[in-house]
């Protein structure tokens, strides 16, 4: 009988010390994630006070922005995988994790160029696209502040990632929290003028965000300058030496990153756009309902990328038991806290709508109505949103991009925006019917995922790490 236990509890003990390994290495990155929202949070907020037609136009240049800026995040989230396999492969390796770095921030420049000459012309783009020519101009002139921050965040994120990789992810947070008082202060500072600076409105913001995102930077490059468990990675050494070999790596697994999350970004702003045919009381519900849903995703967001790490590190290791430990464990959390969110979006919708709309307020009972129903399918909407964060970053650690971002295709815009059209204009359903496509496209999108992952060794997605193990290493 303790022959037979002893093994049982060893494989007890192997799955409880990597859902903590998970757990503290995911924390700190949820953290960093709310504090993105929150920066671009107390932008709008502040927007909002300079009245109704800037915080128009500062939303048309905000959403333009962040389509490239996600792409760009895409892009060199490619670094984390390679950073974490090759630590994998050999845990004290130097050289090669800093070529990752170096060449995950060439890439970011490479990126940032061709973003930048686009988004100077942010106001012709905004008139094509039938917008106000009031608002498209003011939007343009913010833009061009605000899109001299995409390297500086984009540099930010590729240390984030180092950092991640080696799971010390607290120097991220620090920063990124501490980059949330300091934005709010040069952000009112800037738009609303003194100490001897003119207001500058808009431009103001655009300037104090640009600002923010390089202190960030700079903060967080300061650390693993100089901090003894980063320094000695020596990840600026050499800055200007090519590498393309990498260069072309991270574009290669980078690539279906960024147009993944392209796939799926652009789905929920044409869904906001259906809902403003739909009628004025359906945009603001879906408003609050996607706020809402995008803040509690920050969570299985934050467990799909230390899956990443967790399962890249098993992969270089040549470790198949430790890869599935791996994956499973960083699913199994994002599902069941998906559950218990979705009994609280369910249960308490009318008090959290009230935190965005006054419920008793004369002509909003429309509005507070849709929200709610809105927020039972944000719910549902959890359930596969967060499989599909926690199957796609085990799917990364495996180096796997390509297909998941075919299925991000297929599943976003094959399923769910043409199920949002057919629901929202051709039933009665309206936009519950969007609801119901969005969640319909996440569904599928979730299972493809799930399914690939389980089908990995079949499909040969560990097969390297099977070539280097030893006889009954697994």
Avoid at 92 to 109: K, L, N, Y
Avoid at 208 to 213: F, H, P, V
Avoid at 272 to 297: C, K, T
Wanted: with cysteine; charged share 15%.
């Amino acid at each position: 009988m303790t022959d037979i236990a002893e093994p049982r509890f060893a494989a007890r003990s192997a799955w409880g010390a990597e859902a903590r390994a998970t757990l503290a290495l995911a924390w700190p990155l949820i953290l960093v994630n709310l504090a993105n929202i929150a920066l671009g949070t107390t932008d709008v907020i502040m927007m909002g006070w300079l009245g109704p037609d800037a915080l128009a136009a500062g939303a048309l240049a905000t959403n333009l922005n962040f389509a490239f800026l996600i792409f760009g995040i895409g892009l060199v989230t490619a670094t984390s995988p390679l950073i974490a396999i090759e630590l994998g492969r050999k845990r004290h390796s130097v050289r090669d994790v800093r070529r990752s770095v170096r060449q995950g921030i060439w890439a970011a420049v490479a990126l940032s160029v061709p973003i930048w000459a686009i988004l100077w012309n942010g106001e012709w783009i905004m008139l094509r696209l039938g917008q106000e020519p009031d608002l498209a101009h003011e939007g343009g002139q913010y833009l061009r502040t605000l899109m001299w921050g995409t390297l500086p965040f984009l540099a930010f994120i590729v240390l984030r990632n180092f950092v991640s990789a080696l799971e010390r992810p607290l120097a991220a947070m620090w920063v990124g929290g501490a980059a949330i008082p300091v934005n709010a202060a040069i952000v009112y500072w800037l738009m609303f003028g003194g100490l001897g600076i003119e207001p500058m409105g808009l431009q103001g913001a655009g300037v104090g965000t640009m600002a923010t995102n390089f202190l960030m930077f700079l903060g967080l490059a300061i650390i693993v300058s100089t901090h003894r468990r980063f320094r000695r990675y020596f990840v600026f050494g050499r800055f200007w030496r090519p590498d393309w070999k990498r260069f072309r790596e991270i574009w290669r697994i980078g690539l279906p990153i960024a147009l993944t999350l392209g796939f799926e970004v652009t789905i929920f702003n044409a869904a906001a756009f259906l809902m403003g045919l739909i009628s004025a009381d359906a945009l603001a519900a879906h408003a609050i309902a996607i706020q809402v849903a995008s803040v509690v995703f920050m969570v299985p967001l934050g467990l799909g990328m230390a899956a990443t790490v967790r399962v890249g590190l098993a992969y270089g290791a040549g470790n198949l038991a430790g890869i599935a430990r791996a994956g499973w464990t960083a699913f199994a959390l994002a599902v069941g806290y998906a559950c218990c969110t979705m009994l609280a979006l369910i249960i308490a919708g009318r008090p959290i709508v009230a935190l965005f709309l006054d419920v008793e307020a004369p002509g909003a009972s429309a509005a507070v109505g849709l929200a709610v129903i809105f927020l039972v399918y944000a719910g549902l909407f959890q359930l596969f949103d967060s499989g599909q964060a926690a199957a796609n970053g085990m799917l990364r650690g495996l180096g796997d991009t390509r297909v998941p971002m075919i299925y991000a295709a297929i599943g976003y815009w094959g399923i769910g925006l043409p199920l949002s059209i057919l629901l929202g204009f051709w039933t009665d359903l309206a936009g519950e019917g969007v609801w119901i496509g969005l969640a319909a496209g996440l569904a599928v999108v979730s299972v493809m995922m799930t399914v690939r992952w389980a089908r990995r060794d079949r499909l040969g997605l560990t097969r390297p790490v099977a070539r280097r193990m030893p006889p009954g290493a697994v």
